[in-house]
């Protein structure tokens, strides 16, 4: 078996030097957007960056806009430079970060909603995982099966000793090893590990939430919805003037509205 060589620092959440992450593991999301209807799978790849007791999740979109975004020089405002970054940025339907830090058993989520910003936090790790005796391999990694339920869903989950970390993609976690794969069991959602590669560049670890407000995840997910459901009142109330051609804006809305009737398969039925 392969077993990379972490120190046993992690395994008890202690970091020395917990600022950046070293290792990177690439997963495929599949996902039923719409619980009726069995043709609304989309997929998009997420990521999750790891370090020493801490770690970064997000959509791969939401990765490079976050990446092309920090190199933009703060005094250039112009639409400009947004729709560059917005053109070289893979779609996504999930724009929020999550971060978790093991050593204060906390877990971050933050996302910008339009002009936004809001974060809300959490214990880690709520999940009771019962492990199961059934093995097999997944990308050469010996891995093992545990089940677990979390905000509303029964989930089997397969994780490696042989990759010491006690996280997995999205919110999951807490278990003796790095999960590669997880599903529900309706398979709505399904994790799959693409990739798990050490870093030859270290990535610094960047959390500054400081102009992020502070709200219930209840709060966040209302925003957020009402966001979907209509975002050109969103827009206008923030400023912006769209201007309209006779019977455009009533379709435009009719369309959003539509889009997010079908939007109703959230990965949390139960929001903690």
Same mark, same amino acid.
């Given at each position: 078996?392969?077993?990379?060589?972490?120190?046993?620092?992690?395994?008890?959440?202690?970091?020395?030097?917990?600022?950046? &992450?070293?290792?990177?593991?690439?997963?495929?999301?599949?996902?039923?957007?719409?619980?009726?209807?069995?043709?609304?799978?989309?997929?998009?790849?997420?990521?999750?960056?790891?370090?020493?007791?801490? *770690?970064?999740?997000? *959509?791969?979109?939401?990765?490079?806009?976050? *990446?092309?975004?920090?190199?933009?020089?703060?005094?250039?405002?112009?639409?400009?430079?947004?729709?560059?970054?917005?053109?070289?940025?893979?779609?996504?339907?999930?724009?929020?970060?999550?971060?978790?830090?093991?050593?204060?058993?906390?877990?971050?989520?933050?996302?910008?909603?339009?002009?936004?910003?809001?974060? &809300?936090?959490?214990?880690?790790?709520?999940?009771?995982?019962?492990?199961?005796?059934?093995?097999?391999?997944?990308?050469?990694?010996?891995?093992?099966?545990?089940?677990?339920?979390?905000?509303?869903?029964?989930?089997?989950?397969?994780?490696?000793?042989?990759?010491?970390?006690?996280?997995?993609?999205?919110?999951?976690?807490?278990?003796?090893?790095?999960?590669?794969?997880?599903?529900?069991?309706?398979?709505?959602?399904?994790?799959?590990?693409?990739?798990?590669?050490?870093?030859?560049?270290?990535?610094?670890?960047?959390?500054?939430?400081?102009?992020?407000?502070?709200? *219930?995840?209840?709060?966040?997910?209302?925003?957020?919805?009402?966001?979907?459901?209509?975002?050109?009142?969103?827009?206008?109330?923030?400023?912006?003037?769209?201007?309209?051609?006779?019977?455009?804006?009533?379709?435009?809305?009719?369309?959003?509205?539509?889009?997010?009737?079908?939007?109703?398969?959230?990965?949390?039925?139960?929001?903690?």
């Amino acid at each position: 078996m392969r077993y990379l060589l972490f120190s046993i620092i992690y395994l008890f959440g202690v970091s020395i030097n917990a600022q950046d &992450y070293s290792y990177k593991a690439t997963y495929q999301l599949e996902y039923q957007e719409d619980s009726i209807d069995l043709n609304s799978i989309k997929s998009e790849t997420v990521v999750l960056y790891l370090g020493e007791g801490v *770690s970064r999740y997000s *959509s791969l979109g939401k990765a490079v806009e976050d *990446s092309l975004t920090a190199t933009l020089d703060p005094s250039n405002k112009r639409m400009a430079e947004f729709y560059r970054i917005r053109s070289l940025t893979p779609d996504t339907d999930f724009h929020y970060k999550i971060f978790k830090n093991y050593n204060d058993n906390e877990l971050i989520l933050a996302e910008k909603v339009f002009k936004d910003k809001l974060k &809300y936090k959490q214990i880690l790790n709520p999940i009771d995982w019962e492990i199961q005796s059934e093995s097999k391999e997944i990308l050469g990694y010996k891995v093992q099966k545990a089940s677990g339920s979390f905000a509303g869903r029964n989930y089997e989950a397969w994780f490696s000793p042989e990759l010491p970390f006690l996280d997995g993609p999205y919110k999951f976690g807490g278990l003796p090893g790095l999960i590669l794969e997880i599903s529900d069991t309706k398979n709505h959602y399904h994790f799959s590990i693409m990739e798990f590669q050490e870093l030859k560049k270290i990535v610094s670890k960047t959390l500054n939430l400081d102009d992020y407000k502070e709200v *219930s995840q209840r709060d966040l997910d209302q925003v957020r919805g009402d966001y979907k459901r209509d975002p050109l009142t969103a827009m206008t109330n923030g400023g912006v003037t769209i201007h309209w051609k006779d019977g455009q804006e009533e379709e435009a809305k009719r369309k959003f509205r539509k889009r997010h009737k079908k939007q109703n398969n959230p990965i949390e039925l139960q929001p903690k």
